[in-house]
């Protein structure tokens, strides 16, 4: 378990260096998209296209990444992950989709709290059809993006 | 894509906090509502339209330049136990679609219980200066009619959030 107690102001106080750093800084990247894609036939994961950010982390900061979208599949007969990763690193899902038929979606979003090393970093959005058949699709319109969103919420301790 | 570099993350000792500064960090929370009492709503076989979730509106003021958070929160509960549900919710700027906080299906025909989906999701803006109303809304597209569950212990809620400049 992690806890720290922000800077709590009284009048008089002094905006030290220390304090500053203590701030959260708020987002360091976002990028959406608005068309669908697909996955078809296949059960290797995959890239969800442009959801990509790459970054310049400052030394001591705790960020939390969230991913959001909205998933289906042709045939409901399986499972439909979506994860957030560096490289070939999972940091974690963002949507774990088992409908009872293909007509239902998922509305996913879910994020990560991390605490990376300084320097350049670069965070994807992937989804896979991990068991079962047919393809799966990430759903995506001009009011109905997908996202990934990088923020900076406060020094790693 | 969009992405910026905040103040380095370490600051020296006599550094002074500048307006610029002030300005490149999130301004926090801007609003919050939610609602506490259960909210039916009609399935379209049946006529129902997309509807606003009562109470789960709100009007905020955005400084120039700014990006902004909304997330939507609520269990979604099919209001009939051998039903299937499509729950279609929205987060909407008066007649206006910004994004999804709900889209689920949820076929109950095994389950003797109401069958029920906490949904959350949000969308990131980056409006104009000036006053902005944004709401929540609903509509059941399965062939069953659906509740939004909300108590004192499980409230349903709209949240806006300042996460910092436009850029």
New interface residues.
């Given amino acids: 378990m992690a806890t720290r107690t922000p800077w709590d102001p009284v009048t008089d106080d002094v905006?030290?260096?220390?304090r500053?750093?203590t701030?959260?800084?708020?987002?360091?990247?976002?990028?959406?998209v608005t068309a669908n894609q697909s996955v078809v036939g296949s059960s290797t994961e995959t890239d969800i296209t442009?959801l990509?950010?790459?970054?310049?982390v400052?030394?001591?900061?705790k960020l939390k990444i969230?991913g959001?979208g909205?998933f289906s599949r042709s045939v409901a007969d399986g499972v439909t992950i979506a994860r957030i990763k560096e490289g070939s690193t999972e940091l974690g899902r963002f949507c774990q989709h088992c409908?009872?038929?293909a007509?239902?979606?998922?509305?996913a979003?879910g994020s990560i709290v991390i605490a990376p090393s300084?320097g350049s970093h670069t965070y994807k959005l992937t989804m896979q059809r991990f068991s079962g058949t047919g393809n799966i699709t990430l759903n995506a319109g001009a009011?109905?993006?997908a996202?990934i969103?990088v923020?900076?919420v406060g020094?790693a301790s | 894509m969009a992405t910026r570099t905040t103040n380095p993350g370490t600051a020296d000792p006599g550094e002074v906090a500048t307006s610029a500064f002030a300005n490149s960090l999130p301004g926090g929370w801007l609003a919050y509502v939610e609602k506490t009492s259960n909210q039916s709503f009609q399935d379209q076989s049946s006529g129902g339209t997309e509807t606003d979730v009562s109470g789960l509106s709100a009007t905020v003021t955005v400084n120039t330049n700014r990006r902004i958070r909304i997330t939507g929160s609520a269990t979604v509960q099919l209001d009939d136990p051998t039903g299937i549900m499509l729950a279609y919710g929205r987060i909407m700027e008066g007649a206006s679609p910004l994004g999804h906080w709900c889209k689920v299906g949820l076929a109950n025909a095994s389950l003797t219980d109401d069958a029920e989906v906490k949904a959350e999701g949000s969308v990131v803006l980056t409006p104009s200066a000036g006053a902005h109303t944004y709401k929540l809304t609903m509509l059941a597209s399965g062939g069953t009619d659906l509740i939004i569950a909300a108590s004192a212990t499980d409230a349903a809620w709209m949240l806006i959030e300042d996460v910092g400049p436009a850029s």
């Avoid at chain 1, 987002?27 to 959406?32: C, I, M, N, R, T």
């Fill in positions: 905006m030290t260096e220390t500053m750093d701030l959260a800084r708020g987002w360091l990247g976002y990028v959406e442009s990509t950010v790459t970054l310049t400052q030394a001591g900061r969230t959001h909205i409908p009872s038929a007509t239902e979606f998922d509305c979003e300084a009011g109905s993006a996202f969103l923020e900076d020094s």
